[in-house]
């Protein structure tokens, strides 16, 4: 990355209030608001004059408007610190960073960076300062201080909103919250072992993987069918997915359980912004008292105890801190969102990225048929060899995170801090890691970092590899994702049997991506703004074993995994 500019610092004389909340020498042109300012003072001077009725009622709205506006002005200016990142997006102070981020989504982080080139900047907003890091190389600066800037102090506000839990329960979880003994800092270590490489992963893949077989030799006997395909994908991905954690008992099962987790998330942003979701998520609200009831009932008859070492480790936590079955059971809504949020939509992406593109799924297929062994019209494959010998089926699942996700990883500041001893990170604040900041720096990902290049993470020689701190697919240090490794197994292994034994069409001949403006701000991929018909035909009419014999080690996702550290690291 090209060297970025040093944060502007504040000189001159207070008495002097700049327009732009920095000195005068640093703060740029804006033409636009000198002439709407020059027009409103100059319409208060007119209708002083002329002193009619009409004017006086003018001059008193317009007077208020100036007065407020810099009255915004000087607020900003005198509680910004001149060590701390420069403050930007101050056209209107502290409401224009929220239009922005209302009307651009993940895109305004890298409008941001594109327009000020800085390491890192502020957001001021009403009561609160987010700090957005740019700069790759202080990435790793940021995670190290996972104490004094805690992805914790976040997740525990979004225990208490997300998932309704009561005061009581919150405080038990809350408590410690960067001390080794507290709920939150110990959670990951509870989950490890089911997560990681081993029999845990092993046993919740493989039963994945039996679902989808099964569903995909159904698919086949109906012959051709038109699907919307997000839909159909998210069905799929969901059943395979709970049925590999909760066990022979899933309430999944019931379609009544999936139409309410997708009610639910539908306004999971009005539960996080605490937007009275009771009043204005009505349909939400409901679904997720409906969920905690399933999920109580599920755990008061001990189906918890026939699932997978995963679900078994999250009762155990709650066990331990003496967190009320009732209470885990609201919980248990959280850990449907951890496990189906980005994901159903991943799916999606990959199936049409592969499909929609002749040559990546040529070189998929060319690829995953070296595992394929034919006897008499029986293909039979064993998915932990694809999981480990497809290098181009893993580089088109990382690009499919780089060009679509939007993620954001976040962490609280428990107090005062200076960041690499340049930069004062204010205590209370909000410190911001985009993912789309990350994956689309050009000298990083070279020219071609605005297309989608489905062999970009192959490593070659004599082509030097992208910086990996850079890739935030699955996020980084103590937000990174822990179940990241279940999650893009499932993803993998329904991608190459879709490709090894489907055509996918569009109905209207021509492959079309959605937009996705009207994706929550929460989800870290992006859900289509519409659906696309496609025509799902079997290639062939041969029987096909799948199977999965188990992977002894986790596959190369994140930076941690390419260091060989696991999921807890900070």
Not at 20 to 38: A, D, K, L, V
Not at 394 to 403: A, C
């Amino acid at each position: 990355m090209t060297s970025l500019p040093e944060h502007s610092t504040r000189m001159g004389s207070k008495c002097i209030i700049p327009l732009t909340g920095r000195p005068p020498e640093s703060r740029p042109t804006n033409t636009y608001i000198q002439h709407i300012w020059f027009w409103i003072y100059l319409r208060i001077f007119i209708s002083i004059g002329k002193g009619d009725t009409m004017s006086s009622f003018v001059v008193a709205c317009l007077g208020a408007i100036a007065g407020t506006y810099m009255f915004s002005w000087a607020l900003l200016y005198f509680t910004q610190d001149a060590k701390e990142p420069r403050a930007i997006a101050n056209t209107i102070p502290f409401i224009t960073p929220i239009l922005g981020m209302a009307a651009k989504k993940a895109n305004f982080y890298r409008m941001m960076r594109d327009k000020y080139d800085l390491p890192l900047y502020t957001l001021r907003m009403p009561g609160s300062r987010i700090y957005v890091i740019n700069s790759t190389s202080l990435i790793p600066v940021v995670q190290r201080q996972f104490r004094t800037l805690a992805f914790t102090a976040l997740e525990s506000n979004l225990i208490r909103d997300l998932m309704g839990v009561s005061k009581s329960t919150h405080d038990i979880m809350s408590r410690n919250l960067v001390r080794d003994e507290g709920y939150l800092m110990v959670f990951p270590k509870y989950i490890h072992s089911a997560v990681s490489a081993g029999p845990g992963l092993d046993s919740m893949n493989r039963r994945s993987v039996e679902i989808l077989a099964e569903s995909l030799d159904k698919l086949t006997e109906k012959g051709s069918m038109i699907n919307k395909m997000f839909e159909w994908t998210r069905h799929e991905l969901l059943m395979a997915t709970t049925e590999a954690v909760y066990g022979p008992k899933n309430p999944y099962r019931d379609p009544a359980m999936e139409e309410a987790w997708y009610k639910f998330e539908s306004g999971i942003m009005m539960f996080v912004l605490k937007l009275w979701p009771q009043v204005f998520a009505k349909e939400s609200f409901k679904a997720r008292k409906y969920m905690g009831k399933i999920w109580e009932r599920y755990f008061e008859s001990g189906a918890h105890k026939e699932a997978s070492e995963l679900i078994q480790c999250r009762f155990k936590i709650n066990e331990d801190f003496q967190i009320p079955l009732k209470e885990t059971a609201k919980i248990e809504v959280g850990g449907s969102f951890a496990i189906l949020s980005n994901t159903l939509p991943a799916t999606f992406w990959m199936i049409y990225h592969i499909f929609s593109d002749p040559v990546v799924l040529e070189d998929i297929r060319a690829e995953l048929f070296k595992h394929v062994k034919e006897v008499d019209e029986i293909c039979t494959i064993d998915l932990a060899d694809v999981k480990g010998s497809c290098p181009i089926l893993l580089s088109t699942f990382k690009e499919m995170l780089r060009y679509n996700a939007i993620g954001v990883s976040a962490r609280i500041a428990i107090e005062d801090h200076m960041l690499d001893n340049k930069y004062l990170i204010k205590k209370g604040s909000t410190v911001m890691i985009p993912s789309k900041v990350q994956h689309t720096i050009p000298s990083i990902w070279g020219e071609t970092v605005n297309e989608f290049h489905h062999k970009r993470f192959i490593r070659q020689p004599g082509i030097k590899a992208h910086n990996p701190i850079s890739f935030r697919g699955f996020g980084g240090g103590t937000t990174l994702c822990p179940g990241r490794h279940f999650a893009s197994t499932e993803v993998l292994m329904f991608s190459a049997l879709m490709a090894l034994r489907f055509d996918i069409r569009p109905v209207g001949g021509k492959w079309l991506r959605p937009t996705t403006e009207k994706s929550p701000l929460v989800a870290a991929i992006p859900v289509p703004d519409w659906d696309i018909d496609v025509e799902i035909c079997p290639r062939d009419k041969k029987k096909w074993n799948v199977s999965f014999s188990g992977y002894g080690k986790d596959m190369e996702i994140s930076v941690e995994d390419i260091g060989g550290t696991k999921a807890g690291v900070h």
